[in-house]
């Protein structure tokens, strides 16, 4: 004799079941969904910075004390007068989101190990100087960074006086994120003097992102 009851019991605890699996694939489905547009849309925002190209517009960069820097053919400028130095870096955007530049900073370009055991390490975001100047990079566009090192106590001197001294190489580490202040990103730069004036040829030598898995992550 069937017991309706237990039956009914029975049923209804299936039929919870049956919801509550349908209720977590749809939440999985869901959340995966959310992470897929999010990471969609982070794609859409992130920006990434490298060196202008040889046929790009070349520009003029006026400092706050009024002097101008003018780079062009994709090469940067490194001009010393006096006790100031004043660096242009011409960018191009290769990512596509707005950049935004946050600080740089100034470092001796270690020598080349060809056996790769001197692993370059991430600076710091404290150890970067914020920009006195707003500067943006529109996605698929050109822009610029530029910096001045100016006081005798600066604490970039001491590198940058020593890389122009004896002809060398400069390194120019750049923090910038995209408009809303997110997908931080430090680009290196390496600056290679040439063999006449104040122009340096450029290259970027290495990405690191502070708020997600880097591209060597």
Known sequence: MVDWSTAASLGTAAGTLILAVATFASVRSSARSSRIAEQALSLNLRPLLHPAQYTDPGQKVRFGDGRYVKVENGLAAVERDGASIYLV????????????????????????????ANEMERPRPEDFRRQSRDLY?????????????????????????????????????????????????????????????????????????????????
């Open 137 to 217: 990079v529109p996605a698929g566009d050109v822009g610029f960074w530029q910096g001045a090192i100016r006081l005798t106590d600066d604490s970039f001197r001491a590198a940058a006086e020593s890389a122009l001294d004896a002809h060398e190489p400069i390194t120019i580490d750049l923090l910038y994120g995209d408009e809303v202040g997110g997908q931080r990103t430090i680009t290196r730069f390496v600056l290679d003097p040439r063999e006449q004036g104040d122009v340096y040829t450029q290259a970027v030598v290495r990405h690191w992102y502070l708020d997600a898995p880097g591209p060597r992550e």
């Open 89 to 116: 870096i011409p960018l191009r955007n290769a990512g596509s989101g707005l950049a935004v530049l946050h600080g740089w900073r100034v470092d001796v370009t270690p020598r080349f190990d060809p056996t790769g």
